[in-house]
């Protein structure tokens, strides 16, 4: 059986390394979550920026057949006139 001191110095020794082991592991997860939320903002970065670049890819096609439909009408409007 130890005595009073060394009972003390066990004692120490324990909850220092319980003390330690439990920060290790919080500060691991602290490190995991914070990676884990790096890589869901790239992930959600470049979801956006291809959502983005399929935007302007529409654009441009719907752009495209607004001229198109203008240049129709003008062509049907200029006849019209011609018969008049």
Same mark, same amino acid.
């Given at each position: 059986?130890?005595?009073?001191?060394?009972?003390?110095?066990?004692?120490?020794?324990?909850?220092?390394?319980?003390?330690?082991?439990?920060?290790?592991?919080?500060?691991?997860?602290?490190?995991?979550?914070?990676?884990?939320?790096?890589?869901?903002?790239?992930?959600?970065?470049?979801?956006?920026?291809?959502?983005?670049?399929?935007?302007?890819? +529409?654009?441009? +096609?719907?752009?495209?057949?607004?001229?198109?439909?203008?240049?129709?009408?003008?062509?049907?409007?200029? +006849?019209?006139?011609?018969?008049?």
């Amino acid at each position: 059986m130890p005595t009073a001191p060394k009972r003390r110095i066990l004692i120490l020794t324990g909850a220092i390394a319980a003390i330690t082991v439990t920060g290790t592991l919080y500060g691991a997860g602290l490190k995991t979550q914070r990676d884990m939320q790096h890589v869901h903002k790239l992930k959600t970065d470049a979801m956006d920026r291809e959502a983005l670049e399929g935007l302007l890819r +529409r654009r441009e +096609r719907l752009v495209g057949a607004r001229e198109e439909v203008r240049r129709k009408i003008g062509e049907v409007g200029g +006849r019209g006139e011609g018969r008049r």
